[in-house]
């Protein structure tokens, strides 16, 4: 978890050769959320080939605008990936795709935040090299103040699936003797700003449903009594 939250608040949108995704961001610690801003952070566990979804994700009304969303958000997904050493020690035999989806004007389930669909139509080397499909990181960041978004209803969904490759090499039969994989999700949303009404508002919206990440450390005073 520690690592999606230190991706999550790297300084760069995409990926980049010499600098990954960035760097994070030095003011705050990873689990601290930044001021104007609200990060949900939680751990699942999938199986390739089954979709799943986290429903009614409160949509913060301080990134509504004019009936429009604007504002900025990321969403970074890890995969506990499974690797194949008689291949590669760096081929992973699992992957997983996730997105942040809204609903348009129109009604239609639309992307926000995450994979695209180029990353599973286009040919398998280009969908490689140029959306890094089998790595176990995603990483998604996107400025939509410039740009509102028309959309409808007041929630979120996120979506994720894994996936699984080559499971006779293995000496698996199929995708259901990969067992249950674990992932850690992070998702960020910001209104721009430099006040705690996201966070707060987040906060009331799901109530009983989240817990806010406090650091409780013991501390052992020794005197001489």
Known sequence: MVRALLINQ??????????????????????????????LAWTAKVRPGFAYYWEDIPIPRQIISEGRLKGFGSLTVVLNPVLNPEIGENYFSTRVTAALQYLSRGGKTTRLLGSVEAEDTAPELDARDDYHKWQPIRHDARDFSKRPLTFSGDTFRLYARAYARDPESLGYAGNADFGELEVSIVLSLSDGSSSSDVYNGMVVSLGNFVESAVIDQEIEIETDA
């Open 10 to 39: 790297t300084d760069l949108e995409s990926h980049e050769n010499h600098r990954g995704w960035g760097s994070p961001s030095p003011d705050l610690r990873p689990w601290i959320c930044p001021p104007g801003a609200v990060t």
